[in-house]
């Protein structure tokens, strides 16, 4: 699904990631674990077309077409979403004006009529549930006066709402406390499937003991030092990252 | 990064004005110029009273002695007064008081416009009196209306069946000696709309006017008077459109409200006149005076503008907050784009005691355009417990563009508490890229972002008006980013 070969990539000019190589297959969960300033975020800005980031070499193949040659609305028509590290607000529009916008433009991108407000707000219901998030927040301006967690359920309610074909999702487990957390890990564990991806990106070892990922990599200073199953979290829990660094 | 955004946001609108349409009919004009012998004529053809030539001469009178005002933020091109057409009418039978006698061609014109003149065809619930060039074609729902003894009809209807009331209240709201594009408008006024709402009712539909030029180098210039009696309501929308033409034309009006106590008033205004090209060049001169009184006591009015066209826009909705408990508001949105200017806003003359204003003004400045805020909250001598909020908001989608607010303050009660809130932003682009992230494009990102921005005015528009507003929103600024 995603074919990721010898990135190079940098940000106002200074290089940040010096040599991604990643396959991620469907049905696969992919952990991307490492210390602040390793690269994580610039990797899924990178993937999901920032106009910061510029890619100084390689290639990524998503769906055997060539990524980096999309816009950032074409790639998440054909199916990549990003979980935002930090959402943002945007005062004055409502959740269902702003979900039923996105997931019209997208069935619009497939060839498909727009949903009814009535089918629409089924869905939102439906997937709301899902995620556990409360009926009220969709009334409200897109993450306005959101707290910490609501903003990160409100990505993956988010995410079960749009069916990406490969969800990032970036330092969702950051600011959370241990039931949101287990919302969250929960929402990603049922939205997964055998025709969906997901990379999840975090600093921290604990979201892994509720998405068990198949593939651990360790991103340090812009490289992927070690890639292994699930038992790496684990390891880089116990011993922290300082022992990267002497390897 | 910030070249891609400049480039996005500097690319400025190549979207079609979509009214821009002429319609081929045959137009009775009066040769060009303005003197006293053009005011006789324009009295004559309308088989006036002699109080109301008697008003006009006074005006035009007084109008010789005034200069043009030089003190809002725009640049203003010297107008020639004696270039231009003071009445245009399109040709038709004398007294369309049915369908059958409205022009086949005009009943087009105002179908294309999305204002069918077919009550048949109408939503109910919206009564319109649709004004071209120089005079009323058609109002709708007058028998429906009747009945309940509301008075709604093109203003020089009204001055034939109505003239005590035209004469009773006309120019007390606003005088002709007001200002100079006031003093012009009593002097030349050709029609406009005139409504009356009697003791207790409240109006079951909402009105309207709709107003159209269509002949060149006509000036516009018409007066709308609403007279709301005691524990009456009305919701009153007003709607703006004009042919795509190189020359800039002038549209000179006059509103004047009038509520009595416990009445309550809403005007809503959609003004989308031609705003020009993208090299500005064309376009209306919008000079506007509208102005309400809240007479009675706990009476209340509310102006709910939304500006997109004209080459110039230059108006202040005002409430003369006279009786005790009275209620002004003013809530504001205007968009300018490529060379557009905008200086618009309210007055809030407090008077009685107990009186509150709120005004919420939302600018969003595109391309090269200015767009400022004007306002003047003031409170007399006797009015105890004032209050007044404002809220001046500018959203700026280009560095090009300009923003500027100029709020006044005069209080000579120190009961007031008033309360001044402004902000200057530009469009953030973590919130585009966050829409773009969903899948959404970046024109249809700038749409809800700009009218999420706006939506607090967008939310006192009538919901039908609402729709339109937001749509005009989006197609202004269609293309001003990439």
Not at chain 1, 136 to 149: A, C, M, Q, Y
Not at chain 1, 220 to 247: N, P, T
Not at chain 2, 198 to 213: A, D, N, Q
Not at chain 2, 441 to 460: F, H, P, Q, T, W
Request: include cysteine; hydrophobic fraction near 35%; charged fraction near 25%.
């Amino acid at each position: 699904m995603l074919d990721i070969k010898d990135l190079k990539v940098s940000i106002d000019g200074k290089e940040i990631l010096k040599e991604i190589n990643l396959k991620v297959n469907t049905g696969e969960v992919h952990a991307i674990m490492g210390p602040n300033g390793s690269g994580k975020s610039t990797l899924a800005s990178a993937l999901v077309g920032r106009d910061i980031v510029k890619i100084v070499k390689g290639s990524i193949t998503y769906m055997g077409e060539n990524l980096l040659e999309l816009s950032p609305e074409e790639r998440a028509r054909k199916g990549i979403f990003l979980g935002f590290q930090y959402p943002v607000e945007i005062p004055g529009v409502t959740m269902v004006n702003f979900l039923r916008t996105a997931i019209n433009e997208q069935r619009r991108f497939k060839n498909l009529e727009p949903l009814s407000s009535a089918d629409f707000l089924k869905l939102m219901r439906e997937k709301q549930e899902l995620v556990g998030l409360q009926s009220k927040l969709t009334d409200r301006s897109v993450n306005e006066g959101f707290s910490g967690g609501e903003k990160k359920k409100n990505e993956i309610f988010q995410m079960a709402l749009l069916e990406p074909k490969l969800a990032i999702l970036d330092e969702t487990d950051s600011g959370l406390d241990i039931d949101a957390l287990k919302i969250v890990a929960n929402g990603v564990n049922k939205l997964k499937s055998k025709d969906n991806a997901t990379i999840v990106i975090t600093h921290y070892q604990r979201l892994l003991d509720y998405i068990i990922p198949d593939f651990v990599h360790i991103l340090y200073k812009g490289r992927i030092v070690k890639s292994s199953g699930k038992e790496l979290a684990r390891e880089l829990e116990e011993k922290g990252y300082e022992w990267l660094s002497e390897e | 990064m910030e070249n891609e955004q400049d480039k996005i946001l500097s690319e400025v609108t190549e979207s079609e004005y979509k009214y821009g349409f002429v319609t081929d009919i045959e137009t009775e004009t009066f040769p060009k110029g303005l003197n006293e012998k053009i005011i006789r004529k324009i009295s004559s053809i309308k088989k006036e009273p002699e109080f109301l030539l008697e008003f006009r001469l006074k005006a035009y009178r007084h109008w010789l002695k005034m200069k043009m005002p030089r003190w809002a933020n725009i640049k203003l091109p010297e107008i020639d007064y004696q270039d231009m057409i003071y009445y245009a009418a399109p040709k038709q039978k004398a007294g369309p008081e049915t369908l059958d006698g409205v022009d086949p061609e005009l009943l087009r014109t105002f179908d294309r416009l999305g204002i069918p003149l077919d009550e048949q065809k109408r939503l109910t619930g919206v009564a319109v009196d649709a004004v071209m060039d120089s005079i009323s074609v058609k109002t709708t729902f007058q028998e429906t209306l009747a009945e309940l003894g509301i008075i709604f009809c093109s203003f020089g209807e009204a001055v034939k069946e109505h003239p005590d009331l035209i004469k009773k209240y006309m120019g007390t709201v606003v005088p002709y000696t007001d200002n100079y594009f006031a003093a012009l408008n009593s002097a030349v006024f050709s029609d406009g709309s005139f409504c009356y709402i009697p003791k207790g009712v409240r109006c079951p539909m909402e009105l309207s006017t709709y107003f159209r030029i269509n002949a060149a180098n006509t000036g516009q210039f018409e007066r709308t008077l609403v007279i709301a009696e005691e524990d009456s309501y009305l919701s009153y929308l007003e709607g703006c459109t004009a042919p795509i033409r190189d020359k800039n034309q002038l549209h000179a009006a006059i509103v004047e409200i009038i509520a009595m106590e416990n009445a309550e008033v809403k005007y809503s205004t959609v003004q989308n006149w031609y705003p020009g090209d993208k090299e500005g060049k064309g376009g209306i001169y919008n000079f506007v005076t509208k102005r309400g009184i809240c007479k009675g006591d706990n009476s209340k009015i509310s102006w709910t503008q939304v500006e997109t066209g004209s080459a110039i826009t230059w108006k202040y909705p005002s409430c003369i907050l006279k009786g005790n408990n009275t209620v002004g508001e003013f809530y504001s949105v205007a968009v300018t784009n490529n060379y557009q200017q905008a200086d618009t806003g309210t007055k809030m003359i407090h008077i009685g005691e107990n009186s509150s204003s709120v005004i919420v003004s939302k600018g969003i400045s595109a391309g090269h355009s200015q767009n400022s805020y004007r306002g003047l909250v003031k409170v007399a001598k006797n009015a105890k417990n004032v209050r007044n909020f404002s809220q001046c908001d500018s959203l700026l989608l280009s560095d090009k563009c300009g923003a500027h607010t100029f709020p006044y303050l005069e209080v000579d009660n120190d009961t007031a508490i008033i309360e001044h809130e402004a902000t200057t932003s530009k469009i953030n682009e973590d919130q585009i890229f966050y829409c773009n992230q969903r899948g959404i494009d970046m024109e249809s990102a700038i749409g809800l972002i700009v009218n999420g921005y706006a939506r607090e005015v967008l939310n006192k528009l009538p919901m039908e008006f609402a729709v339109e507003a937001q749509k005009l929103l989006q197609i202004s600024l269609e293309g001003s980013v990439g």
